[in-house]
Every structure is written in C-alpha cells, then in structure tokens.
C-alpha cells in the first residue's frame, strides 16, 4: 500500500510563496488522482486541490488563481506552490489518494507576518 509523507510547511509571510510536496512510497503513475486538503484549528478538514492521473487540475474557489498543483511521478511526488498566501490559509495541509482512506501525516503552514 502506497504511503504518503508531505513536507515544506513552515511560516510564511502574507503575500510570499511556498511550496508544499507529497512523496509518496511507491508509484502513482497512470494510476491515482492525488489531493491536498487542509485542516485549520477548530475547523473541518477541507479540499483544496486535486491532480488527476491525466494531468487535469481543479482547486477550491478560495485558492484557485493563487496555489498550483502538479505532479511529478517520475519522482513519486506531487507539490502544490502556494502564492500570495493569506493569513486564512494557515493551517495543517495534507495530502491524500482520491477516493482511498490514504493519507499523509500533514505539514503545518502559517501564514503570519
């Protein structure tokens, strides 16, 4: 079973960029549409963005225009740049396999000045 581990969290400030990764353990080529969600203190766990095993992207209102997913699977690995962050979007972020119950650990990103 594929396993997940998603790192690149940390502070940021309003108005920077960062750049958040998933590696999974073993291939995801041609075969998973990966997500990232994320979960802010006292708040439900919420979609963020999706890669589809053909390339296709689709964000959440909040974010489109400022995150961009992709995908490498070459390197096992799915990023999501996050730009012009807004104090909103503090929270812990994670990745996820559409549609399986597997999920990374999460990475913590603050957005703070």
């Known amino acids: 079973q594929v396993q997940l581990v998603e790192s690149g969290g940390g502070l940021v400030q309003p108005g920077g960029s960062l750049r958040l990764s998933c590696t999974a353990s073993g291939s995801i080529a041609g075969r998973y549409d990966i997500e990232w969600h994320r979960q802010a203190p006292g708040q439900e766990r919420e979609w963020v963005a999706r890669?589809?095993?053909?390339?296709?992207?689709h964000y959440a209102d909040s974010v489109n225009g400022r995150f961009f997913i992709s995908r490498d699977n070459a390197r096992r690995r799915v990023s999501l740049q996050m730009n012009r962050p807004k104090p909103e979007d503090t929270a812990v972020y994670f990745c996820?396999?559409?549609?399986?119950?597997?999920w990374g650990q999460g990475t913590q990103v603050t957005v703070s000045s």
């Open positions: 996820h396999i559409f549609g399986t119950p597997t």
């Open positions: 890669v589809m095993e053909n390339l296709d992207t």
